[in-house]
């Protein structure tokens, strides 16, 4: 376990805002520009499948987007070849973070993430200290809004590599650097070992502790997955083989019989809640509406699988599922942030609530017959009374936007620290601005530039602001040893003094959760890239 202190504690107390995180983290006179934008919490379906008997858990998601884009100049492979202006940008990265949160819990969903390859050549790459920056930002904004009430908080992610995921043809120009699937878990978890940066020890600190699940690998073998210390050969100590999900239903308050189907999470486009299903479809378990529907009855009662009983047999079973074998080698990662010994009481325990209901009735009564006493007493003894004349100027109250009549979601006064970082959007908002994405083509130089005006462009209409209003101009300080997700001079990465490996085509399999990433502990140039997602491709008319 780590404190989450050193420089992130320290130089990190004077970014609140997500521009001012990017400015202090990133390598020293990187200069790129960066855009963000999000949706407000809004109620979704439970993260986990209830137990049977108990009500769904109240869940919120907010969708959480930042791209990154860099001037377009000579630096940029084949600008020679293109009319550009000083205005033009091209976008070089962009990562998608869901945030679902529920009753002591906030679990932060890496989701997509995937770079174009048109990042300039430097040393060390910026793109995993943007990735970093991202996560330590967003977490650090879900800590302050949940402080008081004693949540846990969870980074979670899928790592498979893929050659392209949000942007389609940008793995077609041969210039995008691609790691292989253990180049990417690798450094996956380098992307997330700066959170762990030590300090002194208090009993206010927050606790993190980093988990690592590789299908068919265990104990030793995952370990060779870790990073390595700063400047050492020596593995982090921060890191654990395993997986937090019994740590994770403690904080959710289940009891130690909770079937196993309800401990584990189902994300979007993930190869655990496609077994899952599997598994449920195999003994007739349905999730209708939020409930739990059965067609056997002997399985109603208990909400088990045939045969998966307990968290360890499941992951055994992963092992040999399509998308975790054929050669192919994905990685789970967890980075569990407890909160500080002084907020873990504030949450009641099981038993508190389950004992309050059997109290409400009472109080309810007594409630009630106390108001029918004050009632009658006061109807007894009180006149009517005139209503006071208004006087004084009429001040007209502003109209308010609801978030299903308007791109532009209406939020709430707590959240305007937010809405400086990037503007909010609602569902269908954010939706439509994906699509857009997802649409548009990056495999030239010049199909980049026009995607990426495009897609912003889009993106401004629909929140109702000006290409600029949203754009955030950012230059790192941090020094190249100290940046973060740089592991010391020893271990620089660099997405463009890199020998480029050409790969086959993709099986074009899903899942979710990877990234664009550099190597920079691997010996071998050969396996040296950047830019990977865990996804589908874009088919090819």
């Known amino acids: ?15 609140e805002r997500l521009q001012d995180a990017f400015n202090a983290f990133l390598p020293k006179n990187f200069q790129c520009q960066i855009r963000y934008t999000h949706t407000p919490p809004k109620s979704s379906e439970p993260l986990f499948s209830p137990r049977p008997g108990a009500q769904p858990e109240k869940t ?4 959480h987007f930042l791209t990154v884009s860099v001037p377009v100049n000579d630096k940029i492979p084949g600008s020679d070849q293109l009319k550009s202006s000083a205005e033009d940008h091209v976008v070089v990265f962009a990562m998608e973070v869901l945030v679902y949160s529920s009753r002591g819990l906030v679990t932060m969903f890496v989701s997509k993430a995937d770079s174009t390859g048109y990042l300039p050549l430097r040393r060390p790459s910026p793109i995993k200290s943007v990735a970093t920056t991202f996560l330590w930002w967003l977490s650090t904004q879900q800590r302050q809004s949940t402080k008081s009430t004693g949540t846990k908080l969870v980074i979670s992610l899928f790592a498979r590599a893929q050659s392209q995921y949000l942007f389609p043809g940008s793995a077609d120009h041969g210039k995008k650097h691609v790691l292989d699937d253990r180049q990417l878990i690798r450094w996956w978890a380098r992307v997330l070992d700066p959170l762990f940066l030590e300090g002194d020890r208090t009993d206010q600190d927050l606790d993190l502790q980093g988990y690592m699940t590789v299908p068919g690998y265990h104990g030793i073998e995952t370990k060779s997955f870790f990073p390595t210390k700063p400047n050492s050969s020596e593995k982090s100590r921060n890191w ?10 403690q904080a959710r308050d289940l009891p130690e019989t909770t079937p196993t189907r309800c401990l584990l999470p189902r994300f979007p486009d993930d190869p655990k809640a496609r077994f899952m299903q599997d598994l449920d479809d195999e003994v007739g378990l349905v999730e209708d509406a939020g409930s739990l529907a059965l067609t056997s009855p002997s399985k109603q009662k208990s909400g088990r699988w045939k045969t998966i009983n307990d968290l360890e047999r499941f992951w055994e079973a992963m092992e040999f599922r399509q998308e975790c074998s054929s050669g192919r080698v994905v990685g789970f990662l967890w980075l569990v942030v407890r909160p500080p010994a002084s907020e873990r009481h504030l949450l009641p ?11 409400q009735p009472t109080t309810a009564s007594n409630s009630q017959t106390s108001t029918t006493s004050r009632t009658s007493r006061k109807s007894t003894s009180r006149s009517p009374k005139r209503a006071k004349k208004l006087s004084g100027p009429v001040i007209p109250r502003q109209p308010r936007l609801k978030g299903s009549s308007s791109t532009l979601s209406a939020t709430s ?3 305007d620290t937010s809405k400086r ?14 699509q857009i994405l997802l649409n548009l083509e990056f495999n030239t130089l010049a199909a980049a ?3 990426t005006s495009k897609w912003v462009a889009e993106v401004s209409r629909m929140a109702g602001l000006k290409a600029g209003e949203w754009a955030l101009e950012c230059v790192g300080t941090a020094e190249t040893e100290t940046a973060v997700g740089a592991e010391g001079a020893k271990q620089m990465n660099d997405l463009g003094g890199l020998v480029r ?17 550099e190597s920079a502990d691997q010996a071998k140039p050969e396996g040296n890239g950047v830019n990977v997602l865990v996804g589908r491709k874009k088919a090819k008319n």
Not at 60 to 63: D, E, I, N, V, Y
Not at 240 to 249: D, S, V
Not at 505 to 510: H, L, M, V
Request: proline fraction near 6%.
């Open 501 to 517: 490996k050409k790969r086959k085509a993709d099986d074009g399999g899903s899942g979710a959760g990877a990234t664009p990433v």
């Open 349 to 359: 325990s099981q038993d508190d609530r389950e004992s309050s209901p059997s109290r």
């Open 421 to 434: 970082d990037g503007p909010y959007l609602t569902k269908e908002g954010y939706d439509s601005a994906m």
């Open 240 to 249: 654990t083989p395993g997986n937090p999900l019994i740590e994770l239903a």
């Open 449 to 451: 530039v026009h995607s």
């Open 413 to 415: 006064d707590a959240d």
């Open 60 to 63: 919120k998601l907010a969708s």
């Open 1 to 15: 376990m780590a404190a989450m202190n050193g420089d992130f504690g320290s130089k990190g107390q004077n970014c």
